[in-house]
């Protein structure tokens, strides 16, 4: 199963494996990634606490799909985690 974030492209962490740093620097810009992705949840009436895993992380994808495609500053994109890091230590890959 594939993994995806939402992030923006002046975050330099991985939402993946530097979380921590990441979260950080995202509040700190006031960007919100993960309060915004949940009230996009609740717009649509996503209730995830009975789903799979599977299924949630699906209804999250399609969060992060709409705010993307949507977003008038193109500042947010849609990440997928990868395997291995790359020649510019990126340990994921941006999808949109």
């Known amino acids: 199963m594939k993994e995806t974030a939402l992030t923006t ?3 330099p962490y991985s939402p993946f494996s530097q979380f921590d740093d990441w979260l950080n620097y995202d509040l ?3 960007y919100n990634c993960c309060g915004y992705i949940d009230r996009v949840k609740q717009v649509f009436k996503k209730e995830t606490s009975y789903l799979s895993n599977e299924e949630e992380n699906k209804v999250i994808e399609n969060c992060i799909d709409y705010i993307v495609s949507t977003d008038p500053t193109g500042n947010f994109i849609k ?8 020649d510019e ?8």
């Open 9 to 11: 492209i002046d975050n």
């Open 28 to 30: 700190e810009k006031g």
């Open 79 to 86: 990440v997928e985690k990868k395997g291995e890091k790359d």
């Open 89 to 96: 230590n990126r340990d994921f890959v941006i999808v949109s």
